[in-house]
T-cell receptor
Framework: GENVEQHPSTLSVQEGDSAVIKCTYSDSASNYFPWYKQELGKGPQLIIDIRSNVGEKKDQRIAVTLNKTAKHFSLHITETQPEDSAVYFCAASREGKSTFGDGTTLTVKP | SQTIHQWPATLVQPVGSPLSLECTVEGTSNPNLYWYRQAAGRGLQLLFYSVGIGQISSEVPQNLSASRPQDRQFILSSKKLLLSDSGFYLC????????????FGNGTRLTVT
């Protein structure tokens, strides 16, 4: 089955700096790659996603890149703010089923 | 708009007791429904998913079972809880088509004592 590895497990940045989280996947048939943000005591919420026919997507301060050949994708957050502090999960999906990475705890220091 | 309700928010149960967690979705029809478990500091492990009433697929052999008695209702059950069943349980739905995101409930924190 699919295996998703996510790095780093924890990330601490200063407010205003950029944060990068990286994921690799094993199943070349995966064709949909969402990123979720989970705040304490809540369920994860989608922040951005990318499909396998696209190499990069941007939404304001958040961007995602996908390298299908290398089977890795990354989340980039620019101009980080304290409210960006949360746990971030990547996922690789095919046929409606998602496999998640173990999560990255991002802390943005004011 | 679509909403997902999951309850209870927290639950403390003794070992050997039964379990029933309920999830309902509003504002959509024929959704795919999912149960995930999240261990502390870990990712989300898919337990069960359903593409229609009475259709349940199990991803991990375990002490739990799932049922979908109605189109927008998904239930997670156990006859006898184990200590290892403790965790954060999340229900989610998505439209039936591929390549769409999951929409999660706010989860149930289960502690088995």
């Amino acid at each position: 089955g699919e295996n998703v590895e996510q790095h780093p497990s924890t990330l601490s940045v200063q407010e205003g700096d950029s944060a990068v989280i990286k994921c690799t996947y094993s199943d070349s048939a995966s064709n949909y790659f969402p990123w979720y943000k989970q705040e304490l005591g809540k369920g994860p919420q989608l922040i951005i996603d990318i499909r396998s026919n696209v190499g990069e997507k941007k939404d304001q301060r958040i961007a995602v890149t996908l390298n299908k050949t290398a089977k890795h994708f990354s989340l980039h957050i620019t101009e980080t703010q304290p409210e960006d502090s949360a746990v971030y999960f990547c996922a690789a999906s095919r046929e409606g089923k998602s496999t998640f990475g173990d999560g990255t705890t991002l802390t943005v220091k004011p | 708009s679509q909403t997902i309700h999951q309850w209870p928010a927290t639950l403390v149960q003794p070992v050997g007791s039964p379990l029933s967690l309920e999830c309902t979705v509003e504002g959509t029809s024929n959704p795919n429904l999912y149960w995930y478990r999240q261990a502390a500091g870990r990712g989300l492990q898919l337990l069960f998913y359903s593409v229609g009433i009475g259709q349940i697929s199990s991803e991990v052999p375990q002490n739990l079972s799932a049922s979908r008695p109605q189109d927008r209702q998904f239930i997670l059950s156990s006859k006898k809880l184990l200590l290892s069943d403790s965790g954060f349980y999340l229900c989610a739905w998505k439209p039936g088509r591929d390549n769409s995101p999951l929409h999660f409930g706010n989860g149930t924190r289960l502690t088995v004592t």
